[in-house]
């Protein structure tokens, strides 16, 4: 890690990326552990859009 740490790529950031490397992330896996806490209309039709589509 401190061969590869930089400003731009700091301890925290690199020990993130080695996490999500070892669980193999991905993208769009997120979305099933997201809650909702609290929203405004623009949210409102964008959980129906995402309703309809799931």
């Known amino acids: 890690?401190?061969?590869i740490k930089s400003k731009?790529?700091?301890?925290?950031?690199?020990?993130r990326?080695?996490?999500y490397i070892l669980v193999n992330y991905k993208d769009d896996a997120i979305?099933?552990?997201v809650r909702i806490l609290g929203f405004n209309q623009t949210?409102?039709?964008y959980l129906k859009q995402i309703?309809?589509?799931c």
Do not use: N, Q
């Not at 731009?8 to 020990?15: E, G, P, V, W």
């Open 17 to 19: 990326l080695c996490c």
């Open 51 to 53: 309703k309809k589509i």
């Open 43 to 45: 949210g409102r039709t």
């Open 31 to 33: 979305f099933d552990y």
């Open 8 to 15: 731009r790529y700091t301890y925290a950031r690199l020990r």
């Open 1 to 3: 890690m401190s061969k």
